[in-house]
């Protein structure tokens, strides 16, 4: 599996996501914390915007977050880069100009208002995906609740859609998300829940089973949660003793938030039958063991649910390709879509840290060559930029390769003064 997974998205895909065409504003950015940045603003979404800059020759993008913000300075005709107006097909056939968001003032963004049909069901879809920790993150998800909470009451969803694809990652990572998804979009059952799985293995079933409704698409997949822990660079080991009780634990308490039977989960961490009876009403019954009419887990398997078994045994609502196809089982006979911003904030997040990672291994190889050679100005540079990422992208702290934290950077700022101090001795040395 590569270090991050590989890249869903185009570029041009992810320029979609965006306002479609938008002019490109050259900017200065003042942000709370005091920092002033210069350069040019490429995409903006309701809550943070992309801003280009250009550091030591190199083009990099930042992605901000309007709560970051003090105020925006913008030059009064876009960058010359692209055109002062996008005009934008509408549905009727007319142009229409797309304007920037203001992110001076985020309380005021500009946005167009959403036509919701009488009687329609509000559903949002937001795409989680990649590595849980990095990139499939718990502080990333809360931001795009925020978001629809900030929605006018009519534009706020009935439904919200978690359109899972992860092939799993970090284990601290499951109870943060299962605590957004349980605390703050559950809660007083602000929101109906519903999880849609493409795959959803490892950490990434813990988060998903967070879910009272979980739906599957025809090639979906759950389950396969055993939780490993590192042995040494690149060497890791199924879990036992302690940590695996630990874990074992972790996964009866989520199981249990979406309501159902934690032997379940417990069959995908470990070697352990499983079967089930389903009476005459529908309700289904669960056996540690194969004494169920039902068998979902042999003895020497770990359990991953495809979407015929999780239908067959009631683990899965429906399967569902489409989301007209999943409106429907969902019971929605009209449906709008609403609420894209929060997914484009995830677009944008995991496309910054994939950056942010991608920039990081530029550096680490041009510090490491400057400590090589005793460059230590240099190094510093390298090293100061390295603070900057961690500091723009907080989850590359916990889950860059290195993880950025301020242990990892303590350590190097040594190998930097001791290059210095040995240069130092020398020059003393050399001129007795």
Not at 204 to 228: D, H, K, L, P
Not at 284 to 311: F, H, K
Request: proline letters at 5%; hydrophobic letters at 40%; a negative charge.
């Amino acid at each position: 599996m590569k270090r991050f997974v590989r890249n869903v998205l185009s570029m041009a895909a992810v320029a979609a996501a965006f306002v479609i065409g938008m002019p490109a504003w050259a900017a200065t950015v003042h942000l709370k914390d005091g920092r002033v940045l210069e350069g040019t603003i490429t995409k903006e979404g309701d809550g943070f915007l992309f801003l280009k800059m250009s550091v030591g020759g190199v083009d990099r993008q930042e992605i901000i977050t309007t709560d970051q913000i003090k105020s925006v300075e913008r030059d009064e005709a876009p960058a010359k880069e692209t055109p002062a107006k996008d005009e934008t097909p509408a549905k009727d056939g007319k142009a229409m100009e797309t304007k920037g968001i203001d992110s001076s003032k985020p309380s005021e963004t500009a946005r167009t208002p959403k036509t919701i049909p009488p009687g329609a069901t509000k559903i949002c879809f937001i795409t989680l995906e990649e590595m849980v920790g990095p990139y499939l993150n718990a502080d990333a998800l809360a931001h795009s609740v925020g978001l629809l909470d900030k929605l006018p009451e009519e534009e706020r969803p009935d439904i919200i859609v978690l359109d899972i694809d992860s092939g799993g990652g970090a284990l601290s990572e499951v109870e943060p998300l299962s605590d957004v998804i349980h605390k703050k979009l559950k809660h007083e059952k602000k929101y109906r829940v519903v999880a849609w799985i493409r795959s959803a293995i490892s950490a990434a079933s813990m988060t998903g089973i967070n879910c009272e409704e979980i739906y599957f698409r025809r090639q979906g997949n759950f389950g396969g949660t055993v939780a490993f822990s590192m042995t040494g660079p690149g060497q890791a080991k199924a879990m036992d003793g302690e940590g695996l009780q630990w874990v074992l634990l972790l996964g009866e308490k989520i199981t249990k938030r979406g309501g159902y039977n934690p032997l379940i989960m417990r069959a995908m961490q470990i070697l352990m039958p499983l079967s089930c009876d389903i009476d005459e009403d529908g309700v289904v019954t669960w056996y540690e063991g194969t004494s169920g009419e039902i068998l979902v887990n042999p003895q020497d398997r770990i359990l991953t649910l495809n979407s015929e078994l999780a239908l067959k045994c009631k683990f899965s609502k429906g399967t569902a390709d489409t989301k007209d196809e999943l409106a429907k089982l969902m019971g929605c006979k009209e449906w709008v879509e609403v609420g894209p911003e929060a997914d484009e904030y995830q677009v944008a997040f995991r496309q910054s840290v994939q950056e942010a990672q991608a920039r990081t291994d530029e550096l680490l190889s041009k510090m490491n060559i400057a400590i090589q050679y005793g460059q230590a100005p240099k190094a510093r540079t390298f090293l100061e930029e390295l603070r900057s990422i961690a500091r723009r992208a907080p989850s590359m702290a916990k889950y860059g390769q290195p993880p950025l934290t301020k242990e990892w950077f303590d350590e190097v700022e040594k190998q930097i003064r001791k290059i210095i101090d040995d240069q130092e001795k020398m020059k003393k040395a050399q001129n007795r």
